[in-house]
């Protein structure tokens, strides 16, 4: 484990070198031992200080690996065709373009999501409706304050 300072990252390595010399008969360790030299910068304390977060999703989700990054992102098919780590971005607008609501998912389909997205677009919907309401009948749009604080 280091800090995440050069200092300290080359510590790290120069002590498991050390290792692997003392322990050169040891095959299993001496693997273990090169997989942390190939990926020296994940083993750093700030992460290892979320390591539960990371073991109750993969857990909650029964899967072996999460995002260091974003533990609660999943593992989805990109445009490009391969899988990455991403949050499933799903919007509601009108034809003129009016984002009605915007959320962002760990689950990764539509499918899975439209059950959030309906229930979150009913307080911006009510609120356009009450403009459209007072703009054709005073010919203006009133900011209804109540319900603009609820929403934005």
Known sequence: ???NTPQSVNRTINGLKEKLEIHKDDEELCKTINLVLKRIKIYNTRIYEKKDIY???M???DVDNVSITFPTTCWMKTKRGIYDYAFNLQEIMTENHIILTGMLFS????RKTIKYVL????KPLNYLLKCKKNLEKEGTIKKYDEDF????
């Open 119 to 122: 229930k979150d677009i009913k």
């Open 1 to 3: 484990m280091h800090e």
């Open 59 to 61: 857990n909650e989700r």
């Open 107 to 110: 689950e990764s389909n539509g």
């Open 55 to 57: 073991l109750n999703i």
């Open 149 to 152: 604080e609820d929403i934005f």
